[in-house]
């Protein structure tokens, strides 16, 4: 579903965030992508999302070679891969009805089909009954889950997540990472850059730790494993 052949990433700073890297995702896989701030793990993320180009090296998405993707052919592209932030991005004047049905409406939907896919992926989150509510009267937990919301409205077959739990509880961090794993289990494919490890080694999926632009560990993490 995702490969990296060979990506390299250098800005015109002369920053080299990513050097070469190759792997594999598989289609309904679920994958952690860790690694020290300014490893590259926001770089790679906006390769897939096709908000940065490699300098050198191949990404395809959906066996899609993004590398021959007109710049007309980006907002078909972003509608294949739902992303979630850890500042979740609402806006603040909408409800959160209105939050989640953005990216429809964006791409034509009607009316009706937009109420219905909102509420089926507010109810998804446990968030229906809050529909008419503004965002700012949510909590931190329930802020990240409309934003989880808007993100797989469109019914994305890969969805990012860049450090979803970065400010919550530990108790609130697992309710969201069992949300990814839901998605996850009914064939959504998904990778979440994490810096918490305790987090991560308590969940056994595929772990991707990136050190100065380079993959540094590919796989499962050893149980209390506190480093990487």
């Known amino acids: 579903m995702i490969n990296f052949s ?7 700073s002369g920053q080299e965030a990513l050097g070469g890297i190759s792997f594999d995702i598989d289609a309904g896989e679920l994958v952690f992508l860790t690694g020290h701030s300014g490893a590259g793990k926001s770089t790679l993320m906006k390769l897939i999302m096709l908000m940065e180009r490699p300098t050198t090296g191949q990404v395809l998405v959906g066996g899609r070679n993004l590398s021959r993707i007109r710049k ?11 992303v979630v932030f850890q500042n979740h991005q609402l806006l603040f004047d909408r409800s959160v009805f209105e939050n989640v049905a953005l990216p429809l409406q964006i791409a034509g939907y009607q009316s009706r089909e937009v109420g219905r896919r909102v509420r089926a992926a507010l109810d998804k989150v446990g968030l229906l009954e809050k529909e008419k509510h ?3 009267t949510l909590s931190g937990g ?3 889950r409309v934003g989880i919301a808007r993100a797989v409205v469109n019914k994305p077959p890969v969805l ?10 530990p108790e609130l961090s697992a309710e969201i ?7 996850n289990a009914v064939g959504v494919t998904v990778m979440i850059a994490s ?6 080694t308590r969940l056994d999926y ?4 990136l050190h100065k632009g380079q993959i540094i560990h590919d796989g499962f993490l050893p149980k209390g494993d506190q480093h990487g």
């Open 134 to 136: 503004n965002p700012i």
């Open 72 to 82: 007309s052919q980006i907002p078909y592209h972003r509608r294949q891969v739902g």
């Open 142 to 144: 329930e802020q990240q």
């Open 195 to 200: 810096h918490d490890i305790d987090l991560i």
């Open 6 to 12: 060979t990506v390299s990433k250098r800005y015109e």
């Open 206 to 209: 595929r772990v991707l730790t």
């Open 177 to 183: 990472m069992n949300l990814f794993a839901q998605f």
């Open 160 to 169: 990012l997540a860049d450090e979803p739990t970065g400010n919550l509880d």
